[in-house]
């Protein structure tokens, strides 16, 4: 069945620092890719999507890239601040027959950013 | 922000009783699903329903039902409480999957907070 596993947390961070956040998935046919974050108390926003490869989503200074040969759909954001902390959730979607649009959720990864 | 309401936002109850979680959306969409979040785990699918009176069991619905009568409605039971199903509860809404730009997209609701001593 479909998986997705992210590198595991907490990461923690000083402002301004590079962050990446490792994703991969296992996924029959062609998937819909996912990250969602959510913020302390509040239930999960979406963040950026790419529904095929090679499509690069972005949003809020973050971005990600479908790669379809390596699996992969990792969490960029060149500069963070401390308004990023949250949880951080890599999700794949099947589109194909029966899936209802159900998503397969990583466990999530806890980024801390301090001034 | 999606429409959607999840009641009560907290509860507190003691093993065995019975529990029901409910889920108000006020966007008109088909789909609509209920998650548990447990640490270590992500999130994790209940149950979903796929229109007035269609559901389905996800990953973890043991000791878990659902009813949805209306659309605007989706009502989580816990039939007779344990502890291990203290956690925090998500509804999520998802308009016509697998179709464009939107296909797959769910929207959530802020959680109910669950806690079975």
């Known amino acids: 069945g479909d998986s997705v596993t992210q590198m595991e947390g907490p990461v923690t961070l000083s402002e301004e620092a590079f962050l990446t956040i490792n994703c991969t998935y296992t996924a029959t046919g062609y998937p819909s890719l996912f990250w969602y974050v959510q913020y302390p108390g509040e239930g999960l926003q979406l963040l950026l999507k790419a529904t095929k490869a090679d499509d690069k989503g972005s949003n809020k200074g973050f971005e990600a890239t479908y790669r379809k040969e390596t699996t992969s759909f990792h969490l960029e954001k060149g500069s963070v601040q401390v308004s990023d902390s949250a949880v951080y959730f890599c999700a794949l979607g099947n589109a194909g027959g029966t899936s209802y649009g159900k998503l397969t959720f990583g466990q999530g990864t806890i980024l801390t950013v301090h001034p | 922000d999606a429409g959607i309401t999840q009641s009560p936002r907290h509860k507190v109850t003691e093993t065995g009783t019975p529990v029901t979680l409910r889920c108000h959306q006020t966007?008109?969409?088909?789909?609509m699903y209920w998650y548990r979040q447990d640490p270590g785990h992500g999130l994790r699918l209940i149950h979903y329903s796929y229109g007035v009176k269609d559901t389905d069991k996800g990953e973890v619905s043991d000791g878990y039902s659902v009813s949805r009568s209306k659309t605007e409605d989706f009502l989580l039971t816990l039939e007779s409480a344990t502890s291990s199903q203290t956690s925090v509860y998500f509804c999520?809404?998802?308009?016509?999957?697998?179709?464009?730009?939107?296909?797959?997209?769910?929207?959530f609701g802020a959680g109910t907070r669950l806690s079975v001593l």
């Open positions: 966007e008109n969409h088909r789909y």
């Open positions: 999520a809404i998802s308009d016509t999957p697998g179709q464009g730009a939107s296909k797959n997209i769910q929207y």
